[in-house]
């Protein structure tokens, strides 16, 4: 297809290696697979591929895509296989690409892979190069507890030596002055 066939749908094309055509005027809004893997493309994914309506299958594997993977994406109704594995991409994965319906996974943590600086489910936690919030929380409860508990032995220390001192004083007898 030349990029003179304006108006003219295209509904499913291969652009992995050596298949990336010239497509300047080509409407893609029927486009129903897109396959970009392994042409080492950089920089953001388009927002705007949500405009294809028609999307079942967006594959943008191994590339140096960067940024964050765009919100809108999950508006794809009919988009059943997304996969932008061993990329250069960050932040968390959009809520709208979580599930389809009910609990149903809708995309496994394979199609995402390979992002170092990714996270949200279905990705695995990241882990902490540092302590965790729950790691701080604990350390200030464990601190505050040790001191509560610290505080309150000394306090029923003081008053069982002061009760012991009135007992004493209460079985001797007062000499008149």
Not at 6 to 34: E, F, M
Not at 89 to 112: C, D, K, M, V
Request: with cysteine; charged share 15%; net charge positive.
């Amino acid at each position: 297809m030349h990029s003179g066939d304006k108006g003219k749908a295209i509904v499913s094309r291969d652009l992995s290696p050596k298949n990336l055509p010239a497509t300047k005027g080509l409407y893609l809004v029927n486009l129903a697979v897109l396959n970009l893997s392994s042409n080492h493309l950089s920089g953001p994914i388009p927002q705007q591929l949500a405009l294809c309506a028609y999307l079942n299958i967006i594959d943008l594997h191994d590339n140096q895509l960067s940024g964050t993977i765009p919100q809108q994406l999950g508006l794809l109704v009919r988009l059943s296989v997304f996969d932008v594995s061993n990329n250069k991409l960050s932040g968390p994965i959009p809520a709208t690409l979580e599930n389809r319906s009910g609990n149903l996974q809708r995309f496994n943590a394979s199609s995402y892979e390979g992002n170092k600086d990714l996270y949200g489910y279905p990705l695995a936690a990241m882990k902490s190069k540092g302590l965790s919030v729950m790691a701080i929380v604990g350390i200030g409860l464990g601190s505050g507890l040790l001191s509560l508990v610290l505080s309150f032995s000394a306090v029923c220390i003081w008053l069982r030596v002061t009760e012991q001192k009135v007992e004493n004083e209460e079985g001797k007898i007062m000499p008149d002055y």
